[in-house]
Structures are given as structure tokens and as C-alpha cells.
């Protein structure tokens, strides 16, 4: 399925499943996540609890229900910083799509969705404080994520995302 482009602040949505990316190195304070744990503070304790253990690895989801949402947080940058660098791995982003898609089809144990979900929605992975270029990204979310609604928010007055 084509993605759909929303705009709007996906924090204030009532979607059910929310992706975001996150960086393998332990912070989860910038950017998009800045605000989820604000609102979804699970998905910050899962990250840390994760990281805790040494399992931030790159390209992995870890899964956090909070209240009636799942949050993927997905580890696709090894690196993170505001230095305009390139921070995305999209080989990782790739693997967290495909990661993504198994738990659509098979579901996540202890989560709402033990049976699987048919509708995910993300802001544009990797396009902020990441660096990455959405035409590139917005390309691999399609492909792995091919049978599923695919909503990506943008905030509104952003300039809108090139299409993939």
C-alpha cells in the first residue's frame, strides 16, 4: 500500500501503533523521541531498560505498550548528534522495516497486538536530527512495509516530504 502523508502531530493522534527511530548509543531525548517519552514513557523505560542489558542493537525494534499504543522504538542510527552529519543507517532502517513487518503478521506477545496489526504510523524515520534524505528512507518503509496503511505525520507548516 502507497504511504499516506498526514499532517499533524501524530503525539496528539489516536493511532495505535506509533515507529520512531532511535539512536544504539543510549539517549532518548531529542527530536522526535523527546516529546514520546513525554507522552509514552514507556517506550523511554523499554529503550533504557534495553540498553541497561546491551540490547540496543542496531537495525533491532524494541516493542513498549503503553496504555492502548505500541511504540516501536527502532535502532537505526548507531550514532546521534545535532552536527548536520548523517546519523541514519539505512541498512538498519531496513531491518527495523522487516522487523516491523513480522510483528504485523505475527504479532507482539504482551502486547495488544498478540495477533498482529495491519496499520502503522511514524513521523519521516531519520529525516530530523538523524540526517537522512526521506526519498531514500521514505523507499525502504514502502518496501518492507508494503502490506500494511502506512501513515507519516509531518508537524504542520513543514514542508512537505519529497515522495519516495
Known amino acids: 500500500m502507497p504511504i499516506t502523508y498526514v499532517e499533524g502531530n501524530l503525539l496528539e493522534s ?3 501503533v506509533i515507529l520512531h527511530g ?6 532518548f531525548g531529542a ?4 516529546g514520546l517519552k513525554k507522552v509514552h514513557p514507556a517506550a523511554q523505560r523499554a529503550y533504557s531498560e534495553a540498553h541497561s542489558r546491551g540490547g540496543l ?3 533491532s525494534v524494541i516493542w513498549a505498550q503503553s496504555g492502548d499504543v505500541l511504540v516501536g522504538n527502532c535502532i537505526t542510527q548507531p550514532t546521534f548528534g545535532r552536527d548536520g552529519r548523517l546519523h541514519l543507517s539505512y541498512p538498519a532502517l531496513r531491518s527495523c522495516m522487516a522487523a516491523v513487518a513480522r510483528a504485523a503478521e505475527n504479532g507482539v ?16 524515520i531519520g529525516t530530523g ?3 537522512g534524505d526521506w526519498r531514500r528512507g521514505g523507499e525502504i518503509v514502502a518496501d518492507e ?3 500494511l496503511e502506512i501513515a507519516v505525520y509531518t508537524l504542520p507548516g513543514q514542508a512537505p516530504l519529497p515522495t519516495p
Do not use: Y
Open 22 to 27: 532511535c539512536n544504539a548509543r543510549g539517549a
Open 129 to 131: 536530527l538523524a540526517g
Open 57 to 59: 542493537i542496531l537495525g
Open 31 to 34: 527530536g522526535f523521541a523527546g
Open 109 to 124: 506477545p504482551g502486547s495488544r497486538f498478540p495477533e498482529g496489526f495491519g496499520r502503522v504510523a511514524m513521523p519521516a
Open 14 to 16: 489516536d493511532e495505535d
Open 145 to 147: 512495509l508494503g502490506g
